[in-house]
């Protein structure tokens, strides 16, 4: 069974950082491409970054190009998010999954919520 765990949120002034993690079991971690997804309430939920199986090649969204670092620990079965400089418009849930440009999601965890203040 697919289990995607996230971490790491919380309450932040603007201009802070916060680390996200993100513990998965059940599928073969090392083999994927891994996405952090956020999403506020009453929108869509956004593809914010993306990284390849070996770590190779990351990709971010525009708003958060320059102050977010996806990585990985594949002996962890974990990916996390980095996030500088946060902002109050990154105030929204962060998920975890697979990268769903290029395969279909898992069953989506809780997320974690960011919240941050001006």
């Known amino acids: 069974q697919v289990q995607l765990v996230e971490s790491g949120g919380g309450l932040v002034q603007s201009g802070s950082s916060l680390r996200l993690s993100c513990a998965t079991s059940?599928?073969?971690?090392?083999?994927?491409?891994m996405a952090w997804f956020r999403r506020v309430p009453g929108s869509q939920r956004e593809l914010v970054a993306v990284i390849s199986p070996r770590s190779e090649s990351t990709r971010y969204m525009d708003s958060v190009k320059g102050r977010f670092t996806i990585s990985r620990d594949n002996t962890k079965n974990t990916v996390y998010l980095r996030m500088n400089s946060l902002k109050p418009e990154d105030t929204a849930v962060y998920y975890c999954?697979?990268?769903?440009?290029?395969?279909?999601?898992?069953?989506w965890g809780q997320g974690t919520q960011v919240t941050v203040s001006s």
């Open positions: 059940g599928f073969s971690f090392a083999e994927n491409w």
């Open positions: 999954n697979v990268d769903t440009t290029k395969t279909a999601p898992f069953f």
